[in-house]
């Protein structure tokens, strides 16, 4: 049995870009026993992979909160026990900055990371023994995937392969076709106009598919309160946990998004996607998947409808 410990705290859209790494390894180590430290707030997501036996959740955003709480110096105390229980063969750090080179310093084994030209904080390769070189410039899932590569001897393969086990939909999830609609991000700039989703929405309907609008916070619900009033048999769920937005993801016909890292989670779970771009470039940040992609806009220049609808036509052609 060969234990390993991958790091990736954060964020959503990382994290699950980390996911065919995993797959590789998983194919690659024989015997490969693989635990996965992560943000607490994202800690269902590795467990949706198979091949990960371990979900060791780190909640140092909490504990930079309540630094000087004793409760925060025990979980602290807690987490080190736990990385600690027994030696690793291999400790890799994907995520290349202080923060997670820390908390893979603190288990025993071997520890792999990035050297400190492509690290995103240099410093942090100061806590590897083991320093490579991830190319730069490339999509995350590639960096990532050739990080684990370089660490562990093998050589990947052509495909990309998430690999996941995706739950079967929610309840609230429409039993006929439908479309998920992605319309909020965690920035303003990233955001496309609620009149350009409405009128996205209403060509949906016209082909028979419903539109389904999740939100994750009061002002995300807002919007989409907004978007369903002018629409005709719109969905507005709960607020849903990772693995049910993933069972959504995977039973519906399209999903058009922002970019944001559900969007790339729909990708994972092999559905036709359409990232929508206002504020970032797609070059390093386009949706990758099983399923058929297509990207659209760039930084300081949104995409018309048009666009959208041509770029929807292009990988779920049914769904117009």
Excluded: N
């Excluded at 079967?168 to 076709?177: D, T, Y």
């Amino acid at each position: 049995m060969t234990r390993i410990l991958l790091v990736r705290l954060s964020s959503l859209g990382d994290i699950v870009h980390t996911f065919p790494a995993v797959t590789d390894i998983a194919r690659h180590v024989p015997g490969a026993t693989i635990h996965w430290a992560v943000d607490e707030s994202f800690a269902e997501l590795p467990a949706l992979h198979p091949a990960v036996a371990k979900v060791i959740p780190v909640a140092l955003r909490r504990w930079r909160r309540g630094a000087f709480r004793p409760g925060a110096w025990r979980e602290l105390a807690a987490l080190r026990r736990i990385l600690r229980e027994a030696p690793y063969d291999t400790i890799l750090d994907l995520q290349g900055l202080l923060k997670s080179a820390v908390v893979a310093r603190l288990a025993r084994g071997p520890r792999h990371g990035h050297a400190a030209k492509t690290a995103r904080e240099p410093l942090a390769a100061c806590l590897y023994g083991f320093r490579h070189v991830a190319p730069r410039g490339e999509h995350a899932v590639f960096q990532y995937r050739s990080l684990a590569a370089a660490a562990f001897g093998y050589r990947q393969a052509l495909e990309v392969d998430y690999g996941l086990a995706v739950p079967p939909p929610p309840a609230s999830a429409p039993q006929g076709r439908y479309a998920v609609l992605f319309h909020s991000t965690s920035r303003a700039s990233k955001l496309w106009a609620e009149a350009h989703w409405i009128t996205l929405g209403k060509r949906f309907e016209a082909g028979g598919v419903r539109c389904v609008l999740p939100w994750g916070s009061a002002g995300e619900r807002e919007r989409a309160a907004r978007l369903a009033r002018e629409l005709a048999r719109p969905v507005v769920p709960e607020r849903m946990r990772y693995a049910e937005l993933a069972g959504l993801l995977a039973r519906a016909a399209v999903v058009v998004g922002l970019d944001t890292g559900l969007m790339h989670l729909a990708a994972a779970v092999k559905t036709p996607v359409v990232g929508i771009y206002c504020d970032s470039s797609p070059a390093d940040l386009r949706p990758i998947g099983a399923g058929r992609t297509a990207a659209c806009g760039g930084v300081g220049h949104p995409p018309e409808v048009a666009e959208v609808v041509a770029a929807v036509a292009r990988v779920a052609p049914d769904t117009l």
